[in-house]
Antibody, heavy 118, light 110 residues
């Protein structure tokens, strides 16, 4: 069974940093394209960042470019999101999501809540 | 950036009825790159349809997708109680950002 489990969310002050992790199991993680998608409270889905299966191709949404860094460790079956210079508008549930094809998100984790507030 | 506009914002129907949800793109989208997701309260989204019309694994055949170019449709032929949720369309494109979602359609029980 495919499982994606996020961790690392919490309360952080504006300007602070947080590192999210996503542990994958039940599939060949190194073959999957992975993403972070977020959802602000009561709002819709917003794509945040993409990383190819090898890690060689990375994209970011304009709203996080220069502040967030996506990475992966295929040996550890893990995906990461380093979030710096956090703002109130970054408050959201962050999902890791991915699949064998880069055009869609076949599998999703349960999400981890990040709250940016003083 | 390709903008996806979903309509209606909210759809009120009864179990057993047919639901038709629309997703319109600001420019042409390859059918291969259009997907639909279902999200229930407190849960992660779930892939329903990919390639505009292919059902994902385990999705009942009452769910179907159609469309091309800038107009896409998700149809639920006979609503079951578990189908009341929020539905999102999503596209992948060669220009940045590569992924965008529609704002969602809430399907509620009438």
């Amino acid at each position: 069974e495919v499982q994606l489990v996020e961790s690392g969310g919490g309360l952080v002050q504006p300007g602070g940093s947080l590192r999210l992790s996503c542990a994958a199991s039940g599939f060949t993680f190194s073959s999957y394209e992975m993403n972070w998608v977020r959802q602000a409270p009561g709002k819709g889905l917003e794509w945040v960042s993409y990383i190819s299966s090898s890690g060689s191709t990375i994209y970011y949404a304009d709203s996080v470019k220069g502040r967030f860094t996506i990475s992966r460790d295929n040996a550890k079956n893990s995906l990461y999101l380093q979030m710096n210079s956090l703002r109130a508008e970054d408050t959201a549930v962050y999902y890791c999501a991915g699949g064998y094809s880069y055009v869609r998100f076949d599998y999703w984790g349960q999400g981890t809540l990040v709250t940016v507030s003083s | 950036e390709i903008v996806l506009t979903q309509s209606p914002g909210t759809l009120s129907l009864s179990p057993g009825e047919r639901a038709t949800l629309s997703c319109r793109a600001s420019q042409s989208v390859s059918s291969s790159y259009l997907a639909w997701y279902q999200q229930k309260p407190g849960q992660a989204p779930r892939l329903l349809i990919y390639g505009a019309s292919s059902r994902a694994t385990g999705i009942p055949d009452r769910f179907s997708g159609s469309g091309s170019g800038t107009d896409f449709t998700l149809t639920i032929s006979r609503l079951e109680p578990e189908d009341f949720a929020v539905y999102y369309c999503q596209q992948y494109g060669s220009s940045l950002p590569p992924y965008t979602f529609g704002q969602g359609t809430k399907l509620e029980i009438k």
